[in-house]
C-alpha cells in the first residue's frame, strides 16, 4: 500500500497529451466496455499468504495504490506487516496490477478477481475466514470499499485517503473505469477538459477537485458504501495533495448517516500530505481491535 504519487503525476500527465475519448454521459451502475478489449491479464492478481502460528487467525488484505505491484509484501511494509502478524493476524497482500501475473496497468480491474484470491487464502486452517479486513491506501482504498460494497465476506474496512467515487483507470487516454464486475466496468468519474489548466501546473487535487465538481457523476459513479456489512474508518489527510480526501471522506460519513449505517464508522483526518496518515497505523490497530476482533462474532474464538 505503499504510496508513491510520482507514478500517479507522470500518469496524468501522460493523460494530457494522448488522445483523450471522453464520454458524454455516465449511465447506469455498470457500463459496457464496446470498444475497448479487456486488458490482457485481466481477471487475474498476485499474492503472499503471511502466516503465523495459532489457530483461527483473522486474515488482514492489503491492497497498494497507484504505484502497482505487490507493495504490502516488500521491505517496505515488512515491519508492519509482521506487526500485524504478531498480533495474531495473518496477512494477505494483494497485487491487483503491475506485476507479472496480473494486468500492467490499473484498469478495469475484475473485483470477482480480487475476492477469490482472498477466498483462495481463507482455505489455510489456520485462517479464520469469517474474519477478514480489507486495508487500502488511496487507489487501494477505491478499491478496497467498492469491493466490500459488493461481497459480504469482510468485517472491517480500513480505507487510507480514499474516493468517495470510482474514478478512471490509470492509462494513457484514462477512458475506461479503474473497476469492473462480471466484465463489466463500473461506471466512473470521467475526466474533462475542465481539469486541463490544473493538470498542466501539475496540480492534481485541484484536476480532482474539479472532477468533483461534476455532481451527476459523482453520484452515479459513488462508492456505496452503505451496502458494506462490517465497521469502517477512514484515515483521510487535511492537506492531501493528490486528491481530497477528506472531504470524499466526510461525504462517505455523511453517506452512511444518511443512509443509517448500522455498523460503526469513524473518520480520523490528520495533519499532512497524502502520506501522513501511513504514520497512524496505531490508529488502525485500535480500530481492528475493537470493531474486528472483540466485536464480530466470528472473530471471538481469535488466537485459541
Known amino acids: 500500500m ?6 500517479l503525476v507522470v500518469c496524468l500527465w501522460t493523460f494530457m497529451s494522448a488522445n483523450l475519448v471522453v464520454a458524454s454521459a455516465v449511465k447506469g451502475e455498470l457500463a459496457e466496455s464496446a470498444t475497448k478489449p479487456l486488458p490482457e491479464r485481466h ?3 498476485s499474492s503472499q499468504l503471511f502466516v503465523g502460528t495459532t489457530k483461527n487467525q483473522p486474515l488482514i488484505v492489503g491492497l497498494g495504490g497507484s504505484e502497482g505491484g505487490n507493495p504490502w509484501a516488500s521491505n517496505f511494509w515488512k515491519a508492519q506487516r509482521e506487526k500485524f502478524l504478531a498480533q495474531g493476524y495473518a496477512f494477505l497482500a494483494l497485487g491487483y496490477f503491475g506485476t507479472k501475473d496480473s494486468p500492467a496497468q490499473l484498469d478495469r480491474i475484475s473485483l470477482e478477481a480480487v475476492h477469490e484470491a482472498v477466498m483462495n487464502a481463507t482455505k489455510d486452517p489456520l485462517i479464520n475466514g469469517r474474519c477478514i479486513a480489507l486495508i487500502g491506501g488511496s487507489k487501494g482504498a477505491e478499491l478496497a470499499l467498492t469491493l466490500a460494497s459488493f461481497y459480504k465476506e469482510y468485517g472491517a474496512v480500513i480505507a487510507i485517503v480514499p474516493a468517495s467515487a470510482v474514478f478512471p483507470a490509470l492509462t494513457m487516454t484514462m477512458d475506461t473505469s479503474s473497476l469492473s464486475y462480471q466484465g463489466k466496468e463500473l461506471t466512473y468519474v470521467p475526466f474533462t477538459p475542465d481539469a486541463y489548466p490544473a493538470l498542466m501546473k501539475r496540480d ?4 480532482f477537485s474539479i472532477l468533483m465538481e461534476n455532481k451527476p457523476a459523482m453520484a452515479e459513479a459513488a462508492i456505496k458504501v452503505e451496502n458494506i456489512q462490517a465497521p469502517l474508518l477512514f484515515l ?10 477528506t472531504e470524499m471522506s466526510e461525504q462517505m460519513v455523511q453517506r452512511l448517516k444518511e443512509k443509517k449505517f448500522p455498523y460503526a464508522n469513524q473518520h480520523v483526518a490528520v495533519e499532512g500530505g497524502h502520506a501522513a496518515p501511513l504514520k497512524h497505523f496505531d490508529v488502525v490497530e485500535k480500530f481492528l481491535d475493537i470493531n474486528l476482533r472483540k466485536a464480530r462474532e466470528a472473530c471471538t474464538v481469535f488466537g485459541e
Not at 236 to 245: I, L, N, V
Open 43 to 45: 481477471g487475474k492478481v
Open 204 to 207: 492534481l487535487r485541484a484536476a
Open 236 to 245: 483521510s489527510a487535511k492537506t492531501d495533495e493528490m486528491w481530497p480526501s
Open 2 to 7: 505503499r504510496i508513491i504519487k510520482m507514478k
